[in-house]
T-cell receptor, first 112, second 108 residues
Framework: EAQVTQNPRYLITVTGKKLTVTCSQN?????MSWYRQDPGLGLRQIYY???????DKGDVPEGYKVSRKEKRNFPLILESPSPNQTSLYFC???????????FGSGTQLSVL | QKEVEQNSGPLSVPEGAIASLNCTYS??????FFWYRQYSGKSPELIMF????GDKEDGRFTAQLNKASQYVSLLIRDSQPSDSATYLC????????FGQGTELSVKP
């Protein structure tokens, strides 16, 4: 089954404790991206990757890191999480750049 | 700041009616437009995309694009309670920009 898999589904952490949210896709997509979704603000792009070893900032990259060492994986790293990073995070992939995105099931992050 | 604007709703329609969801965008360079459906607690799912002015139909869904007015809409005919969800409009120029979504509620 074609899918984008994110883990964990829920995460509660404390300020400053480094964390990683994993994302993996099995569709051989070149393009992968991370979004955060906040009430009233919609989906905002954090980082994206057009292919292996190619990453670029989205609209809200501050406080986040990503890497793309393999085509299928695109982890999101918060090295020192802060409460304003409490949000619902989605990983997405596509074969055609920014469009026709397939989304993962989401990660609800709470930073205390 | 390039924007995509949607009424947040909720938009409430009776079962069997036509639901009309609207979206405007500010970037005249936008070339591709998308509608995603997001059920509560779930991830967005692409349901329609449109590139050219005019209408595009897929089953009960019709996407309409008017580039001169910078306006995109989604019509859902014969609305069903299962259509109750938040609908996200997205426009792609250099980047893909999402609107904040319109919540649709279809009442039996």
């Amino acid at each position: 089954e074609a899918q984008v898999t994110q883990n964990p589904r829920y995460l509660i952490t404390v300020t400053g404790k480094k964390l990683t949210v994993t994302c993996s896709q099995n569709m051989n997509h070149e393009y992968m991206s991370w979004y955060r979704q906040d009430p009233g603000l919609g989906l905002r792009q954090i980082y994206y990757s057009m292919n292996v070893e190619v990453t670029d900032k989205g609209d809200v990259p501050e406080g986040y890191k990503v890497s793309r060492k393999e085509k299928r994986n695109f982890p999101l790293i918060l090295e020192s999480p802060s409460p304003n990073q409490t949000s619902l995070y989605f990983c997405a992939s596509s074969s055609g750049g920014h469009e026709k995105l397939f989304f993962g099931s989401g990660t609800q992050l709470s930073v205390l | 700041q390039k924007e995509v604007e949607q009424n947040s709703g909720p938009l409430s329609v009776p079962e069997g009616a036509i639901a009309s969801l609207n979206c405007t965008y500010s970037d005249r360079g936008s070339q591709s437009f998308f509608w995603y459906r997001q059920y509560s607690g779930k991830s967005p799912e692409l349901i329609m995309f449109i590139y050219s002015n005019g209408d595009k139909e897929d089953g009960r869904f019709t996407a309409q694009l008017n580039k001169a007015s910078q306006y995109v809409s989604l019509l859902i005919r014969d609305s069903q309670p299962s259509d109750s969800a938040t609908y996200l409009c997205a426009a792609q120029g250099g980047k893909l920009i999402f609107g904040q979504g319109t919540e649709l509620s279809v009442k039996p």
